[in-house]
């Protein structure tokens, strides 16, 4: 009976960091943060929730033992990490790092361009400012 | 025993990906990347708590990988509001 648990608790958690070391290659290769955002929210969320699923199965068959907190946290990287990707996008256009030289279209910048969204520098200091 | 050599197989593969991330945050040309890389890293640590939890066949590990992953959301989005806005906490003026 532990012997199912063991293999279906190894697979799982060997294909989870295959997913996790291919999401690393992902971020050290591709050119800019937009494109880098794919490979580290998606990928890596794949990964952690392989090795979460093959952590949970292997206490569930070899011993028994349902565990909430792992559910619950399982529950909460899956919420997290599509938001942070997101926030962390969204700062970056916002302070207008630059997109890779091979991109094509950049359909959001005439939309901040009329609504001046954009973060200037001077701006930022000035709210530095105000703060003190 | 080859379930073991497993785990820590992966657990080397999870470091390989960590270092891969420690490249990126040396490196990323703006700090968004870097904010990133950190993010990912935090996850990549998720992972590795919960292969050692297997590893040492225990229970208590689990409430560490829920700590993990608050610190680390709560961690990007301050450093994501830092970087749109200049402060992480407004105060009303």
């Known amino acids: ?132 | 025993m080859i379930f073991e050599t497993v785990l820590i197989t992966a657990l080397c593969i999870l470091m390989l990906a960590i270092l891969a991330n420690l490249y990126r945050i040396v490196k990323g040309p703006s700090s968004a990347d870097r904010v990133q890389a950190l993010d990912s890293i935090g996850i990549n640590l998720i992972a590795s708590t919960a292969v050692f939890s297997v590893l040492l066949h225990t229970h208590a590990f689990f409430d560490l990988i829920l700590l993990i992953g608050i610190l680390s959301f709560i961690g990007t989005v301050a450093f994501a509001r830092f970087i749109e806005r200049g402060v992480v906490i407004e105060r009303k003026r």
């Open chain 1, 1 to 132: 009976m532990s012997g199912s648990g063991e293999v279906v608790g190894a697979v799982l958690i060997l294909i989870g960091a295959i997913f996790s070391l291919i999401s690393a290659i992902g971020i050290v290769r591709l050119p800019d943060v937009y494109t880098r955002s794919h490979a580290a929210s998606k990928s890596s969320t794949l990964g952690v929730l392989c090795a979460l699923v093959g952590t949970l199965l292997y206490f569930l068959i070899s011993d028994g033992f349902f565990s909430i907190r792992l559910i619950l946290g399982i529950f909460f990287v899956f919420l997290t990490a599509p938001v942070a990707a997101h926030v962390i996008c969204r700062a970056a256009y916002r302070h207008q790092v630059p997109l890779a030289e091979q991109s094509v279209q950049d359909e959001l910048k005439d939309y901040y361009m009329e609504n001046e969204i954009f973060v200037v520098e001077d701006k930022v200091e000035l709210v530095n400012d105000q703060a003190k």
